[in-house]
């Protein structure tokens, strides 16, 4: 393990880039290409989210030769990541209308490099593990905010008998009967979160715990989504063992590590490997992320944006096309070791022809989404609500009368971050609709989502008070569904690709490694690796992991290690 020095900003991550060994021992096998290029002269980035701009830093970052253009639809870069800073009396406060935090881990340590790299350590603001915004999280049933018990609590046997007779842990017990419930059969390649839930432990667990998680994951429906994609572990631990019990017993007995273990898809654990070998953290970067339940920045989310925009701007070798819509893209007849990408409206179209292409754009065949709406409030009070914590979120089990709003759930921001806001009040968001809203044509508009929210938070938490700022955001399809038969449209999409494209487009983004922004960041850090020295002119998509849909997973330890707080030897 590797925790040293300083972050090194990008221009000289770019130096070094092209002198690093794993770069030079690759000239040998540069000579066999000597008659054709050693690095992709153009490159087009298509969508300038957060996937597209990481994109684009990591090729530059192997590539730094490459002219690299990122075409971007909207007139700035940013995706869904918008924050903003807005005034109100006695100071200001920070609106957030997409992501807000992330998460510390392992999916988090290409993450924490990137931001060691541009510089942005100190403007980093963590959440400690043992504070109320982390430790205190409520899920609202059947008519009041219940808080779950949380590692090193105080839980009182009263505020277990409560909880237990709320009714939202029922099913519980029947945890136990676990390993005599059936094998699944062999030929099921899919199926719901839910029904997993409900095949293994009990009905009511899907409805009331498991329904609240994927609303604060993926605002989507339990009975939808994919279990063999969003629960991978649980559903390769019961294809190991026969049952869940069996395979963890099995994953626990292995005598090879003292450490907890997992099991890993192999593309996954070779990737996990990398990042071992690669990431190389400043020491107190590390300890602060070890300690740390979810961290942010001083300015919102959206000072990674801006920082790694400006950074890529300064490269001289990066542009970005604003107001550069996507229309289509193929490859050249005339030269299919192109791609001819067409932007603009139907009236002005253009093409320009590319040596690779990344693409984070959507294909509705593979995911349907769904849309959010956020609504942001601050109130002048400070400590409105007796509750300190994380916040709520509201399960499907949740009678209609009680959320006829269909809310997915409440952040309680002030408590959740500090260090963002100059004023003493009370900020919340409200989160409205998700899969509640599947086929809607029509939504609600800025003011009937204020007043769904408020009148959320007068019967929830009995606010009364009006807030004196408020922000409504209607995020329309921003969250992808990986829904049941992900992989094997995955597996689909990715053989379409190489076959299109011959290894000259490459597939990041939220519909293929994961919605979170780690897992986006993550996803163009492993693709840009997958193009180091000549492999860019391989028949590769990025989807390689997807290929293989039914290899056997292996038995790995479950964290790498790099956050743990042990001092180097
Ligand atoms: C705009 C609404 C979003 C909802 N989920 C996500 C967004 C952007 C994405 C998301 N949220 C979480 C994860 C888990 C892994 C991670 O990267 O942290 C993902 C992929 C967990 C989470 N849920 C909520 C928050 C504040 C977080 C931390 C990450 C983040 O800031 O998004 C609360 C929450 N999110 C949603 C709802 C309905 C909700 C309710 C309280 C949907």
């Known amino acids: 393990m590797r925790l040293k020095r300083h972050a090194p900003l990008i221009e000289s991550t770019l130096k070094r880039a092209a002198v690093r060994p794993a770069a030079s021992s690759l000239c040998n096998r540069c000579r066999r290409y000597a008659s054709s290029q050693a690095y992709p002269e153009k490159v087009a980035v298509l969508g300038g989210g957060i996937s597209g701009l990481a994109s684009a830093y990591f090729v530059a970052k192997e590539f730094p030769q490459s002219k690299i253009t990122v075409h971007e639809a909207n007139k700035d870069s940013g995706g869904w990541i918008q924050s903003r800073r807005v005034e109100v009396p006695g100071g200001d406060v920070l609106f957030e209308y997409g992501p807000r935090t992330l998460r510390p881990g392992k999916d988090a340590l290409i993450t924490a490099q990137l931001i060691q790299e541009l510089g942005l350590t100190d403007n980093v603001i963590f959440t400690k593990k043992n504070a109320p915004g982390a430790k205190n999280r409520y899920i609202y049933y059947p008519d009041r905010p219940q808080r779950l018990p949380a590692a090193g609590d105080d839980f009182s046997f009263w505020h277990l008998v409560e909880l237990w007779s709320s009714g ?15 094998c699944r059969p062999s030929t099921l390649r899919d199926e719901s979160i839910g029904s997993f839930i409900e095949r293994r432990f009990d009905k009511r667990l899907a409805n009331n715990l498991a329904s ?11 009975w939808k989504l994919s279990a063999r994609t969003l629960i991978s572990q649980a559903w390769q631990i019961e294809g190991f063992g026969g049952n869940i019990y069996r395979g963890l017993s099995k994953l626990l007995e292995n005598p090879s590590s003292p450490v907890r273990q997992a099991l890993f898809h192999p593309h996954d654990l070779a990737m996990y490997k990398a990042i071992e070998r690669e990431v190389d953290l400043d020491e107190t970067f590390a300890e602060h992320l070890a300690g740390s339940a979810m961290f942010t920045f001083e300015n919102g989310m959206a000072e990674l944006i801006s920082t790694l925009k400006s950074k890529l701007e300064n490269h001289g070798h990066v542009e970005f096309k604003f107001g550069s819509r996507v229309q289509d893209y193929k490859l050249a007849e005339t030269n299919p070791q192109e791609v001819e990408v067409t932007t603009g409206s139907t009236e002005s179209l253009s093409t320009e022809k590319y040596d690779l292409v990344i693409s984070s754009l959507r294909n509705s065949d593979l995911t349907p989404f769904v849309t959010v709406m956020t609504v942001n409030l601050y109130f002048p009070t400070p400590n409105l609500i007796p509750q300190k914590g994380f916040g709520y979120l509201i399960p499907q089990s949740v009678a209609f009368e009680k959320n006829p709003e269909r809310a997915l759930g409440v952040i309680f921001d002030s408590d959740a971050i500090t260090g963002q806001d100059s004023a003493e009040g009370t900020k919340f968001t409200v989160m409205l609709g998700g899969h509640y809203w599947d086929g809607w044509e029509h939504f609600p508009s800025e003011t009937e989502g204020f007043e769904m929210a ?28 990986y829904t049941v038969g992900y992989e094997d449209r995955l597996q689909k999409y990715a053989h379409q690709v190489a076959d299109q494209f011959k290894g000259r487009v490459r597939i990041v983004g939220n519909q293929v490694g994961g ?17 180091r020295g000549v492999a860019w002119k391989e028949p590769h998509t990025g989807l390689e992991r997807a290929l293989h849909p039914d290899v ?16 180097p030897q």
Not at 168 to 182: D, F, K, W
Not at 212 to 222: C, E, Q, R, T
Not at 515 to 531: E, H, P, Q, T, Y
């Open 552 to 567: 056997a997973w292996e038995v790995a330890p479950a964290s790498t290690g790099l956050l743990s707080k042990r001092k």
């Open 212 to 222: 609240a998680v994927m609303h604060g994951i993926y605002a989507g429906d339990v």
């Open 515 to 531: 919605v979170g922004v780690n897992d986006c960041i993550k996803g163009a850090w492993s693709m840009a690796r997958g193009l």
């Open 168 to 182: 939202l842990l029922a099913g519980i017990p029947n945890v136990l009967l676990e390993p005599t419930r059936a």
């Open 454 to 481: 408020m009148s959320l938070l007068q019967r929830h938490l009995k606010i009364k008070e009006k807030p004196t700022h408020y922000h409504v955001n209607l995020s329309k399809d921003c969250i992808p569904q």
